[in-house]
């Protein structure tokens, strides 16, 4: 079945199929990458709430793993996802 079968064959709902596939779309080799949610959203043509909910269910799916970035001044940057 391919790269995705075992996304397929998981209870994941629709908007976390769609979100994982659009990370691995722009993941490096090692599986990172660091969209912003508000960009995410916006190439799905989904709500940043519902971009929001997907990357938690892959999360507590283990198919992703998310670490928050930082700029030199102290603020918040978009987070880094790594892709298993």
């Known amino acids: 079945m391919g790269y995705f079968a075992s996304l397929y064959a998981s209870e994941l709902p629709h ?3 769609a979100v994982y596939m659009y990370l691995r779309d722009r993941a490096d080799r090692d599986g ?3 969209p ?3 960009t995410i959203a916006a190439e799905l043509k989904l709500s940043r709430s519902t971009v ?3 990357i938690a269910d892959l999360e ?3 198919y992703l793993r998310k670490e928050q970035r930082w700029r030199e001044n ?3 940057s978009s987070c ?3 892709l298993k």
């Open 60 to 62: 507590k799916s283990g």
């Open 80 to 82: 880094m996802y790594f």
């Open 52 to 54: 929001k909910r997907a």
């Open 15 to 17: 908007r976390a199929v």
């Open 36 to 38: 912003a949610i508000g």
């Open 74 to 76: 102290g603020g918040k």
């Open 32 to 34: 990172k990458c660091y």
